[in-house]
Nanobody, 113 residues
C-alpha cells in the first residue's frame, strides 16, 4: 500500500489549497479514504473522509470550508480547502484502514495570519 500526499504549502489566511493523495496497492474504490491532520503539539485528528459510495464526513472545525472528494478512476483522493485559517496549519495525512492502518507521508500546510 502506498499513499502519496501532495499540494501543501504556505498560504495567507482566507486563501485556498487543494491537496491530493495518490493511492496504490489496494482496491481504492472499495475503501473509505480519510484525511487527518496533526498540528504542532497536538494529537492527530480526523479532518474528513469519503466512503466508497461517496458519502462524506467532516470535522466541525472544517465544515463549510473543506470539501473531500475522490476519483476512483485515478485512485486519487482530494481535499479542497477554502477560507483557510491559521489554526488549519498542520501536516495533513491521507489514510486508509483495512486489516492495518496505512498512512501517507504527509504534506505541510502553513496558513499565515
Amino acid at each position: 500500500v502506498q499513499l502519496q500526499a501532495s499540494g501543501g504549502g504556505l498560504v495567507q489566511a482566507g486563501g485556498s489549497l487543494r491537496l491530493s493523495c495518490a493511492a496504490s496497492g489496494f482496491i481504492f474504490s472499495a475503501n473509505t479514504m480519510n484525511w487527518y491532520r496533526q498540528a504542532p503539539g497536538k494529537q492527530r485528528e480526523l479532518v474528513a473522509n469519503t466512503t466508497p459510495s461517496g458519502s462524506t464526513v467532516y470535522a466541525d472545525s472544517v465544515k463549510g470550508r473543506f470539501t473531500v472528494s475522490r476519483d476512483n478512476a485515478k485512485n486519487t483522493l482530494y481535499l479542497q480547502m477554502n477560507s483557510l485559517k491559521p489554526e488549519d496549519t498542520a501536516v495533513y495525512y491521507c489514510n486508509v484502514k483495512f486489516y492495518l492502518n496505512y498512512w501517507g507521508q504527509g504534506t505541510l500546510v502553513t496558513v499565515s495570519s
